[in-house]
């Protein structure tokens, strides 16, 4: 939410810029329950210490939906064009609660976070996604290209997230 919020406070200072949203593979995992309406947004930006099942699935669509949104209601009015990217599996700080024998082994089988990054910083200075004809865009972190965005985002879904 406070991405949301931050981006809409920064939109005059953002006409002509780019917004890169950071999204995960984990958005298909949020869950079966009907995402169109607003209450399951609501009820997912709650904040709780026991939060319910898929709420990093969902906060990692929301960042998808985001980027579609704004791109559709800004990207011709301001300039703005905004990219989901998936950076991949990274051995970062999100899992220093898992147990140490774990943690061994993401070191060992995800990237490191500077390689984590590159898609990001390419995400923030190539100049070619637009030119690809897919306007609302998510990163491949493995071929650095834009790809379709998923299949839950349809107009229904990111207008009622928005």
Not at 31 to 60: C, F, I
Not at 79 to 87: E, F, Q
Not at 124 to 148: E, N, Y
Request: with cysteine.
């Amino acid at each position: 939410l406070g991405h949301f919020l931050l981006t809409n406070l920064l939109m005059d200072k953002l006409k002509g810029g780019r917004v890169i949203n950071v999204s995960s593979v984990m958005h298909h995992f949020c869950g079966a329950e009907p995402k169109e309406t607003p209450e399951y947004w609501k009820s997912r930006a709650k904040y709780s210490t026991d939060p319910p099942p898929g709420v990093y699935s969902a906060t990692k669509l929301a960042a998808i939906l985001h980027s579609i949104e704004l791109n559709r209601r800004f990207g011709e009015s301001h300039g703005v064009y905004s990219l989901a990217v998936n950076p991949g599996g990274v051995n970062s700080d999100i899992w220093r609660g898992f147990p140490a024998w774990l943690r061994a082994i993401f070191r060992l089988v995800y990237l490191t976070t500077e390689q984590g990054s590159v898609p990001l910083i390419a995400a923030a200075v190539r100049d070619d996604w637009k030119d690809q004809g897919i306007p609302s865009t998510v990163l491949d972190t493995q071929f650095l290209r834009a790809t379709k965005a998923t299949n839950l985002a349809h107009d229904s879904i990111h207008r009622n997230a928005w």
